[in-house]
């Protein structure tokens, strides 16, 4: 059985902080994707990383892939309430192309 | 690009009735389309993986005949819930394949079974 972590599981900051969240597995990820969601909306795909070592930055938004391919990082700059959601980052299932999702990192920013 | 429509938003239905729901790819063809399942303040549930003109493969515990997907075009997969049960109320969300693992997610749906 994998196991899939996401740290911290809540996070409230003040608007222009920087935080990071991340992301542990026990197995390799075959790609990486991370996801945005918002309350009563589909997750937001926001970034594939798929070579160990890799690092993608979106805006203020850096993505960090391990050397492994086990465990991911996102870092984000200045944050603002618009950066507010939960953050997931689903492993990679044995067949059809399917990802297992975690219970993610529910992320506050407040003004 | 890579679009995924999802419709009704909200549907409200009585007990027994039955309700469909529809994903569509906008702007791209998806061989396979995911169906998911959401209660509050819980993490994404796979129900089952559809693919374009075979049968949909459902998780287990996931009963088949109560929740019928029918892929019958590359940009249209259809969830079809029957006999409706207040504990079918959920979130649920349809998301397309492009490439490799990448998933882009319908808005989703919500449903009350009164």
């Known amino acids: ?111 | 690009g890579a679009v995924v429509s999802q419709h009704p938003s909200r549907v409200i239905c009585k007990s027994g009735t039955s309700v469909k729901i529809e994903c569509r790819s906008l702007d791209f063809q998806a061989t396979t389309m995911f169906w998911y399942r959401q209660f509050p303040k819980q993490s994404l549930m796979l129900m089952a993986t559809s693919n374009e003109g075979s049968k949909a493969t459902y998780e287990q515990g996931v009963e088949k005949d109560k929740f019928l997907i029918n892929h019958a075009s590359l940009t249209l997969s259809t969830l079809t819930v029957t006999s409706a049960h207040p504990e079918d109320s959920s979130f649920y969300i349809c998301s397309a394949r492009v490439t490799g693992h990448e998933q882009y997610f319908g808005p989703g749906t919500r449903l009350t079974v009164t």
């Open chain 1, 1 to 111: 059985t994998q196991l899939l972590e996401q740290s911290p599981q809540f996070l409230s900051i003040q608007e222009g902080e920087n935080l990071t969240v991340y992301c542990n597995s026990s197995s390799v990820f075959s790609s990486l994707q991370w996801y945005r969601q918002e309350p009563g909306e589909g997750p937001v795909l926001l970034v594939t990383v798929v070579t160990g070592g890799e690092v993608k930055k979106l805006k203020r938004l850096t993505f960090q892939f391990g050397d492994a391919r086990k465990d991911s990082s996102l870092h984000i700059t200045a944050a603002q309430p618009g950066d507010t959601g939960l953050y997931l980052c689903p492993q990679t299932g044995d067949s059809n192309y399917q990802l297992i999702w975690g219970a993610g990192t529910k992320l506050i920013i407040k003004p």
